[in-house]
């Protein structure tokens, strides 16, 4: 049984930094493209950004690139999301999502931990 567990929400002020984390069972981790989603209260879901299994390649969506940073532990079974310089719009759940080398779907997906941005 595949679990992905986000973890290192909060409540944070704006210019301030989180790092979640995201605990991978179930499944053979090195294995798994990992990517971060956020979903704001009224909006659709954002791809934020992804790392690829071996972790040599990244992706950032343009609101967040150059502020976050996403990296993994394939010894640990855990994926990083570094949040720096937040700002309100921030603001959502965040979700990490596994998705198998080679294909384009995430199949597997946490619970997701709340991010609220105070300005």
């Known amino acids: 049984q595949v679990q992905l567990v986000e973890s290192g929400g909060g409540l944070v002020q704006a210019g301030g930094s989180l790092r979640l984390s995201c605990a991978a069972s179930?499944?053979?981790?090195?294995?798994?493209?990992m990517g971060w989603f956020r979903r704001a209260p009224g909006k659709e879901r954002e791809h934020v950004g992804a790392?690829?299994?071996?972790?040599?390649?990244?992706y950032y969506a343009d609101s967040v690139k150059g502020r976050f940073t996403i990296s993994r532990d394939n010894a640990k079974n855990t994926v990083y999301l570094q949040m720096n310089s937040l700002k309100p719009e921030d603001t959502a759940v965040y979700y990490c999502?596994?998705?198998?080398?080679?294909?384009?779907?995430?199949?597997?997906w946490g619970q997701g931990t709340q991010v609220t941005v105070s300005s």
């Open positions: 999502a596994a998705r198998g080398r080679g294909n384009d779907v995430y199949a597997y």
């Open positions: 179930g499944l053979t981790f090195s294995s798994f493209d």
């Open positions: 790392i690829s299994w071996s972790g040599g390649s990244t």
